[in-house]
């Protein structure tokens, strides 16, 4: 768990970054380089904002958070958090400062409360989707509407019947990548090479190793879970192009066919600004870009051993015997 988790503190707290102000007002800081000339992005960065993925219909077209908006939401989440309820995980934060409610991330199990999360932070926008400019995912196509409720409509009727039917998460196989949840091992660590740029994130340990030299992307035959990435720098900002994604990799229809672009852009001494353009035809019928500010840390992030401490696959798949068993004795559940 996170090294938050570790300090005795009673509430979540909740602050502005400097770091914003700074790349807003503009300064004479520049960035520093590496040994080979390119922008030195290495270290520690965390994505604790409160910022949701697609706008909060609260906020209409406004795409930034006023002084009241910010002085209000810190007022609520002080609330909130001085009740000691449940652990408020990713866009939770801001939907319970708006309607005064902690939905329980996993209320049929029980849940985290609020001392294991990270610290969080409020950033100026509305929505980490900044195209399409009403913040808002487009469309979902037909294929992955009927490709979800037919998945949701599996899981019902065959909720264990193997290790297959669990989703990729709970095997330990993949949290995804770029995986870019806020606020619980939301930790990224970058390390570069005069070739290479190593992405660790945290969450599952998953390591990206992306080329910064020129070379193709592997065979169009050969795909993978996290993609096949290729990096190169466009001035100052690093940027990433993943193709070649197994369709095992989602629950969507035609992951194959999906093109992440990222750019990795440090503005400040304790701020660097990521950007992802994605084209996922098998989701989306348009394409829809986002935009996280990551705050430098001092922290180290920790190993996440999933595989290793994953009693509850063994407990879901030997759990769902004993259903089948009772069933075909004819024995009713209490």
């Known amino acids: 768990m996170k090294k938050v988790i570790l300090v005795m503190f009673i509430f979540q707290t909740i602050s502005i970054p400097s770091s914003w102000v ?106 980490q989707i900044t195209q399409p400019s009403n913040g808002k995912y487009p469309p979902r196509t037909e294929k992955a509407i009927a490709a ?86 466009d001035g100052d900002t690093l940027v990433i192009e993943t193709t070649n994604y197994s369709d095992k990799s989602s629950t969507s229809p035609e992951t194959d066919r999906k093109v992440n672009v990222e750019k990795l852009t440090r503005i400040s001494e304790t701020a660097l600004r990521y950007e992802l353009m994605s084209d996922d035809p098998g989701q989306f019928t348009g394409s829809y870009t986002r935009e996280i500010i990551f705050d430098y840390t001092e922290d180290d992030i920790y190993e996440y051993a999933c595989h290793e401490g994953n009693y509850g696959m063994a407990n879901i798949l030997s759990g769902h015997r004993v259903e089948e068993a009772r069933a075909a004795a004819g024995l009713r559940e209490r």
């Open 148 to 233: 979800a409720k037919a998945l949701a409509e599996h899981r019902r009727d065959h909720p264990a019947d193997s290790y297959t039917d669990r989703p990729l998460g709970e095997r330990c196989v993949s949290f995804g990548a770029p995986r870019l949840s806020s606020g619980y091992n939301s930790y990224w660590q970058i390390v570069q090479s005069k070739e290479t740029v190593a992405i660790i994130q945290e969450m599952a340990h998953d390591v990206r190793i992306i080329p910064i030299v020129p070379m193709p992307h592997a065979n169009k035959n050969i795909k993978l879970w996290h993609g096949d990435s290729r990096g190169y720098w």
């Open 22 to 127: 700074l790349a807003q007002t503009g300064s004479t800081w520049e960035v520093a380089r590496t040994i080979d000339g390119d922008p030195d992005l290495q270290g520690v960065w965390e994505n604790n904002t409160i910022t949701p993925v697609e706008r909060p219909d609260v906020f209409g077209n406004k795409s930034f958070l006023s002084d009241d908006d910010i002085a209000f939401l810190r007022r609520r989440i002080a609330e909130i958090n001085a009740a000691g309820d449940d652990a408020l995980f990713g866009e939770g934060v801001l939907q319970a400062a708006f309607s005064g409610e902690i939905t329980s991330y996993d209320p049929s199990t029980g849940n985290y409360d609020s001392q294991w999360m990270a610290e969080r932070t409020i950033h100026r926008r509305t929505s």
